[in-house]
């Protein structure tokens, strides 16, 4: 029987080139392509039912009409419906998917269950800058100090992150609790000794996460993120599938486990602080979305990135659309929503993976 690496790699590579091989492979794709194709049409209904139902509701003629006709001919629903419902509608699906992108490339890259876009400290970080330009008055740099915030307290974790210490990936994830808890106790000062009270409602909503008073720009720089970032991971993807592995296994591929997780985490965190900048601190999307979407079938980590990417569209349009009923004619901030079915759909796993231990 051969002994060598190299005859090792060969049976294994013939063995996967079977038939009795390849059947189980083709099933699994079949049915996460399926998956697949199922949540791209909850989307596409979930981003119509959002955009013509809400405290105004629309008919669905306006939106044609909208769509069709140029804006001197739009009436006061086609007007709604392209200043105000479709930009947050949009804003929205884009938002849901980064930040679910961004939970499966890091619980991937750090090997915990429990990570997602908020553990580096990037929601803190993001809080704390948009907190200090609008108590300062020039609340149109909010994205861009959001997005600066997020940068910075990125880099905080990931340098905090390289000290000597335990794993690489626990080293990054104490370093990630310790960041968010220093750019909270910062948030936090900022506001308290600020004499600004007309500015409290608008940091509120923005610590809470709200999609209410996005425009197009925001939509844009949502989009341009998304691009970026997400099509990087998805560039990458491959690079995800070797981090699956343990650090002992990665170095015997001679690759730098270290530097593969930065590779991975890095867009990750980019990913995630575009999203924030625009949307505001919106919790548990990276979280359970990748936890659903892995019991609904198996995927590689590029099928998974893109079924999470939809399904976290799909999540957050809906969640926003709810928003603006369950305490009308008030709108809930969607951050709250989000708490919400987290907490329950996150119960309800644990629930039946302790029935399945049992």
Excluded: C
Excluded at 61 to 79: D, K, Q, Y
């Amino acid at each position: 029987m051969p002994g060598t690496t190299t005859d090792r790699m060969a049976l294994a590579a013939a063995a996967a080139r079977s038939p009795a091989a390849r059947a189980p492979r083709f099933a699994w794709r079949m049915r996460s392509g399926a998956v697949i194709a199922a949540l791209g049409a909850l989307l596409v209904v979930s981003l119509v039912l959002a955009t013509v139902l809400g405290s105004v509701p629309v008919p669905m003629s306006s939106l044609v009409t909208a769509a069709t006709s140029p804006p001197s001919e739009w009436g006061p629903n086609e007007a709604i419906l392209m200043q105000v419902r479709i930009p947050r509608v949009v804003t929205a699906a884009v938002v849901g998917a980064g930040l679910a992108m961004a939970g499966v490339a890091m619980q991937t890259a750090l090997r915990n269950p429990l990570a997602e876009p908020y553990l580096l400290g990037i929601s803190s970080g993001a809080s704390f800058g948009a907190v200090s330009v609008i108590l300062l008055g020039v609340s149109l740099a909010l994205p861009l100090a959001a997005f600066i915030g997020g940068l910075a307290a990125l880099a905080a974790t990931l340098l905090l992150g390289r000290m000597r210490g335990s794993a690489q990936a626990t080293r990054v994830i104490l370093a990630g609790v310790a960041v968010t808890a220093l750019f909270s106790a910062f948030t936090s000062l900022t506001i308290f000794r600020s004499r600004d009270n007309d500015s409290y409602r608008q940091v509120l909503h923005w610590l809470l996460g709200s999609l209410s008073s996005v425009t197009w720009s925001s939509a844009a720089i949502a989009a341009v993120s998304l691009v970026l970032f997400g099509g990087a991971l998805i560039v990458i993807h491959r690079l995800l599938d070797v981090l699956l592995l343990g650090d002992e296994e990665i170095h015997s591929l001679g690759l730098d486990a270290k530097r593969a997780r930065a590779g991975v985490l890095i867009p990750a965190s980019l990913l995630a602080a575009g999203m924030v900048s625009v949307s505001g601190s919106i919790g548990f999307v990276g979280l359970i979305v990748p936890h659903i979407v892995r019991r609904t079938a198996r995927f590689s980590q590029r099928g998974l990135l893109v079924a999470s990417a939809i399904a976290g569209a799909v999540l957050l349009v809906l969640a926003d659309a709810a928003s603006r009923f369950v305490v009308a004619p008030q709108e809930l901030p969607v951050g709250i929503m989000t708490a919400v079915l987290g907490a329950i759909v996150f119960a309800g796993i644990m629930l039946q993976r302790n029935r399945e231990v049992a």
